[in-house]
């Protein structure tokens, strides 16, 4: 068989086994399908977190990122990995301690407040609907190349297969499934990298062949007259790198996919080792990266200096996410971007401040939230509303920055507006009921 038919099989026996385990994980109650029955083992948990992380955005664009942006596409590394950390010392023991499946709930149960529920699960649309656009850019790139079909048509591809995973085994049967698939992807992200180390360098460790390659680029890339390859602050400033990596890691700890795994298993004591495992495997696949890309940006500069220039699960949201990925905001790891930067300005203030400032209220709560995530969603379409509609808008964006900050920091400004409100409102209204203070008070300290 050739190279096609092999690649057939491979994936046609990888999907018969993720069938198969979602089959095997299928759930009858709504406790189990949102939250697993809360009975997923932590190491479990933590490499389904990982699997989740290795999206389209992590698996199919992260080297990409670091070959053409260079010490830039760092953000990316820095923000992502650094909101697992974020997430695991400040947020996931207290929030699996609350007990509440999703952020709307835990908004709800905090803030005595159905107005407050409300924006929180507008803002959870918003944020979901964004990052699952971004996820099928990447599903469309991936199943056209295979299948060698349209982009569009890759794309509805991926609707249905996300669709039937996600109805017929819930929360469990996808955690299962992304246990799986995490050995799948780091198998597939490691074995190119090892490859590429060896034969370039020779050197199987990429992590160290990593220190051989950089030297070589960066004087590759000045013979052509480019900036070396290891410079900081190319394609964005300081404070544009400080934003997008500050966006990315408060996003990350607020995003509701990313949270609601901490629901999944048994205790507190098993959600902090949960989010240990997770940073853990996450670790393996971010250090992996640059390798990848460096390599491989070395080889290919290589031999254009050799042969020059012409030598070189609801399933309606389902739906709307495959649509703006067709339509998408940008690139594919920039579209999840802007889903953390909403994440940022909306979830990541309420949910801290709920944890630990007893004298947040509703009406704080509700006015940070609702102006975070305005704003931010407002600055996003000013910026780069003409890349989706570029007869309406033209080939310019209304708004290059905010600031001097651009749409992928943007979130930052978002939550430090959805900060000063919530405090502002706060103190400027009652109180919180004492049941709520005596509640927070008690999930303050989660052992269990």
Not at 82 to 98: K, S
Not at 111 to 136: C, E, H, N
Not at 342 to 356: D, H, R, Y
Request: include cysteine; charged fraction near 10%; aromatic fraction near 12%.
């Amino acid at each position: 068989m050739g190279i096609q038919e092999w690649t057939w099989v491979t994936v046609g026996v990888t999907f018969a086994a993720y069938l198969y385990i979602g089959y095997r994980s299928r759930v009858a109650s709504t406790r189990g399908f949102y939250v697993a029955g809360q009975g997923v083992p932590a190491i479990a948990n933590g490499a389904a977190t990982a699997a989740d992380w290795m999206s389209a955005a992590s698996f199919i664009s992260m080297a990409g990122l670091i070959a053409f942006q260079g010490f830039d596409g760092s953000v990316y590394l820095m923000g992502w990995t650094g909101g697992y950390v974020l997430l695991a010392l400040l947020l996931a023991p207290f929030l699996r301690r609350f007990g509440q499946f999703t952020v709307p709930d835990f908004v709800a149960a905090r803030f005595d407040s159905k107005a407050a529920r409300l924006v929180a699960a507008i803002a959870a649309l918003f944020v979901s609907l964004t990052y699952v656009a971004g996820q099928m850019g990447g599903v469309g790139v991936a199943f056209g190349r295979f299948l060698q079909v349209p982009f569009e048509v890759g794309v509805v591809i991926g609707m249905v297969i996300v669709a039937f995973f996600a109805g017929l085994g819930g929360m469990k049967g996808s955690t299962y499934t992304q246990v799986a698939q995490y050995c799948v992807r780091i198998f597939a992200y490691s074995v190119p990298a090892i490859a590429l180390g060896l034969t370039l360098f020779g050197n199987p460790v990429p992590q160290v062949a990593l220190s051989d390659a950089l030297p070589i680029l960066d004087q590759i890339q000045m013979d052509l007259g480019l900036d070396p390859y290891s410079s900081p602050f190319v394609n964005n400033d300081a404070l544009n790198v400080f934003c997008i990596t500050l966006c990315l890691m408060v996003g990350t700890a607020g995003l509701p996919h990313v949270i609601v795994r901490f629901y999944t298993v048994k205790s507190v004591r098993a959600a902090r080792w949960s989010a240990f495992w997770a940073i853990l495997f996450i670790g393996i696949l971010y250090t992996t990266a640059p390798a990848i890309a460096v390599f491989a940006k070395t080889a290919v500069l290589q031999q254009f200096v050799e042969l020059g220039p012409q030598g070189c699960v609801a399933q309606v949201a389902v739906v709307l996410a495959g649509l703006l990925g067709i339509f998408p905001l940008g690139f594919v790891a920039e579209v999840v971007a802007f889903a953390f930067g909403l994440a940022a300005a909306s979830f990541f203030p309420t949910i801290v401040l709920g944890i630990f400032w007893k004298r947040a209220n509703r009406q704080g709560a509700v006015a940070g939230m609702a102006a975070g995530l305005a704003f931010t969603f407002v600055m996003i379409v000013l910026m780069r509303a003409h890349v989706v509609a570029p007869g309406v808008f033209g080939d310019a964006p209304v708004l290059e920055s905010f600031l001097g900050i651009k749409a992928q920091g943007i979130g930052v400004v978002g939550m430090l507006i959805n900060f000063g409100l919530t405090v502002a409102v706060s103190l400027a209204t009652p109180p919180p009921p004492e049941h709520v203070r005596q509640l927070v008070g008690s999930v303050r300290s989660p052992r269990g």
